[in-house]
């Protein structure tokens, strides 16, 4: 009886390690598979300032849409902007994107991030990426 009561013990045990492991696993095997096989990150980091730029050549091979996140970390507004187009304010606290076709020929893209309404200084963590 003794016997039985042990192998019970080891087996429990070893199902709420395999739950713990593979409750760790899944979420990190289901991140990887959503993004596309073309994602192209061109640029992430932190940046603080009166304000954030970055240009950079981008093909429609490495994908048709390109994404500028940011995350705002600062206590102003900022606003953001691709190409000076589709502009997007965000609160201190919010975060939140805009997005832009890619042409067929290369080309290159402005990223700009800048304070408002009356200026001031931003701080943002930011990310710029290529994806279908």
Known sequence: MKLKSVFKGLVSSALVVCLIAGSSIIPAFAESTESSSKDYEAKSGSQSGTEFQATYPLKKSNGAQ???????????????????????????????????????????????????????????????????
């Open 66 to 132: 390109v994404n500028f996140w940011i995350k705002n970390t600062g206590n102003v507004s900022v606003r953001i902007s691709i190409n000076g187009d589709l502009k997007r304010t965000l609160a201190p606290g919010k975060s939140g994107h805009i997005s832009a076709p890619v042409g067929s020929l290369s080309s290159k893209y402005i990223f700009k991030a800048v304070p408002t309404p009356n200026g001031g200084k931003i701080s943002i963590d930011y990310r710029i990426a290529q994806r279908d």
